[in-house]
């Protein structure tokens, strides 16, 4: 009896550590990435104030997607198969908003950039499209439509990944910021 | 009827003295009387502890969007840590069940901190990473646990995790379009079935899903012989251009597990026992043929649709009373009477047509009764004829086959 409880009380503390290393590096890895890194402001077009399905989100599709589809359109040699990642530049215009420029090719020195990754269709895929909205503030979002004053806050860190830190819609943030 | 009556009429017809009665009612008035009996409080305390659980959890909720969400992170890490001590710390107390309810706890409890990192962070996409890492998390727990449920749900997650990769990769609609995902779900279920002698608690685990797995594919394999030719070779022609490994490697794993199991079953079982392998061949046979369906006339491929579902089920019936399994038997037997009803619904065109076929069904019904019934002689479970419980009812013969 005693044998068989000692590997169980083992796996158990074993459980607690892994629960304590995976999570705990998860949350400083999206603490160190919120903090570290350049924050920037993406346009937002296509709004959707509320997912049904997972709850109190609005979804939405950055500007940066239709851009980089358009810089891709206009390129001499697309490539043909699926990327395993694509990068593009960013450069800041009016009102502070940050809009893709060109694709980031190999030895680019451009200061800000982000990442994608195909998704299932082949389509480019930045990685956010919800962010978390507070219950009470659900008729407000609803009546937000897309426009100069709606953005995404975000922070961009480790290979052009995007953090999103706050939604503005129409100039006001959805944290409270 | 309630058991002193019961008790009174055996003693006059001699079957019992009356001091074995007397001793039959006090033993079950003892046990009524112990705490295990007492379901109705249990019950009751259940339903009040679960009040009590929905009403904190409607309290958190309704609060959701004042607590700072470094204070729900370290409420959720902290929570998980707890339960996890505390399930070591109590350890097998009791029968244990106690750490068991913890570690089931803390198997929801990732999944709902996985959540909520996304919900404070605002992650998106990679469900499957989400139920991949849940189920790893999960697997320690019911390692440690001795509860099977706790196995259940590492199965569940990993599972859901392999549905969400594969739809994420586009290749769901693919598995069920092509109807290779029948063979994907058996391959699944053969392999747990192989794995069972390794399995130790979680046997019984591996077992009932493998036989849910198998036994729900079968159904549908046995209904896809009835589905006309035209209403599945548009989607064969779809994905004529897709090489054949993209398009076959469900059946590949299912050829390679069906033999692991198969091996495993001569290696483990001393009995070689011929209605096992029948039940085995004529179910692959139906399941290939739903997936790979003859270029047959509707009505031919209908009535060998039938024969091979039925030629199974009797099979699968015998290698179940071989085994002493009478669920086995049950469930076999009654999978051949629904087998013939579908039949008899499937011809159906007017009212004299349907009139014979009720006749004919019904008749056929009564013979399968009847030869049910004379079928103890041959399967001793049958009936209750005293075959015993030889492998405790497990319907293992469904997995094999």
């Keep these: ?177 | 009827m309630r058991l002193g009556r019961k008790l009174e009429r055996w003693t006059a017809a001699g079957l019992i003295t009356a001091d074995q009665a007397a001793a039959i009612l006090r033993a079950e008035e003892s046990e009524a009387g112990r705490p295990g009996g007492k379901w109705v409080v249990w019950a009751l305390a259940s339903v009040g502890g679960l009040a009590v659980v929905a009403g904190v959890i409607s309290l958190v909720a309704a609060n959701w969007d004042d607590i700072p969400d470094k204070v729900k992170l370290a409420g959720g890490l902290t929570a998980l840590l707890a339960l996890a001590l505390s399930a070591r710390e109590v350890g097998g107390r009791g029968d244990g069940w106690i750490r068991d309810l913890l570690l089931l706890v803390h198997q929801g409890m990732a999944l709902a901190m996985i959540g909520l990192v996304a919900q404070v962070y605002h992650l998106s996409g990679h469900p499957w990473r989400a139920m991949a890492l849940a189920a790893a998390l999960a697997a320690p727990a019911a390692a440690a646990g001795r509860r099977a449920l706790l196995g259940d749900v590492v199965l569940y997650f990993a599972l859901q995790s392999l549905w969400f990769f594969l739809d994420e990769v586009d290749v769901i609609n693919r598995l069920f379009e092509t109807r290779q995902m029948a063979f994907l779900a058996v391959a699944i279920g053969l392999a747990l079935a192989a794995a069972r002698p390794w399995l130790g608690l979680y046997a019984r685990v591996a077992q009932r899903w493998s036989i849910g797995l198998v036994g729900l594919t079968l159904v549908a394999a046995a209904a896809l012989w009835s589905i006309k030719e035209r209403e599945w070779g548009s989607s064969s022609e779809r994905y004529a251009g897709v090489g054949r490994l993209a398009l076959h490697w469900p059946f590949a794993l299912f050829a390679m597990a069906a033999l692991a199991a198969g091996a495993v079953q001569v290696w483990k079982r001393r009995r070689r026992d011929p209605a096992t392998y029948a039940a085995a061949l004529l179910a692959a046979v139906m399941l290939v043929g739903a997936v790979y369906p003859p270029h047959w006339e509707d009505l031919p491929r209908k009535i060998a649709g039938f024969a091979l579902c039925c030629g199974a089920a009797v099979a699968f019936t015998f290698a179940a009373g071989a085994r002493g399994s009478r669920a086995g038997v049950n469930v076999g037997t009654l999978a051949l009477a629904a087998r013939i009803l579908i039949l008899f619904l499937e011809l159906f065109d007017d009212l004299t047509q349907t009139g014979v076929g009720l006749i004919i069904t019904g008749l056929l019904l009564v013979g399968m009764a009847y030869g049910w019934w004379r079928l103890r002689v041959l399967v001793p479970v049958v009936g209750g004829g005293g075959g015993g419980r030889g492998e405790g009812d497990k319907p293992d013969a469904g997995a094999s086959s």
């Design chain 1, 1 to 177: 009896m005693k044998s068989a409880a000692l590997p169980a009380r083992r796996l158990l503390l074993g459980l607690a550590i892994a629960d304590l290393v995976v999570f705990g590096a998860w949350i400083g890895r999206e603490e160190v990435a919120r903090r570290a890194g350049v924050e920037v402001r993406l346009p937002v077009e296509g709004f959707d104030p509320r997912d049904l399905l997972s709850g109190h989100y609005a979804r939405f599709q950055l500007a940066a997607l239709g851009e980089a589809y358009k810089v891709q359109n206009q390129e001499e040699h697309p490539p043909r198969d699926r990327p395993a990642t694509s990068s593009y530049c960013l450069e800041v215009r009016a009102g502070g908003l940050a809009h893709v420029a060109r694709r980031r090719l190999p030895g680019d020195a451009c200061p800000l950039w982000i990442s994608a990754k195909p998704d299932k269709y082949a389509r480019i895929d930045f990685g956010v499209d919800r962010f978390y909205v507070d219950e009470r503030r659900r008729d407000e979002v609803a009546r937000i439509s897309a426009g100069d004053g709606t953005y995404l806050v975000a922070r961009i860190f480790d290979g052009g990944r995007i953090h999103p830190v706050d939604l503005v819609l129409n100039g006001k943030s959805v944290r409270g910021r």
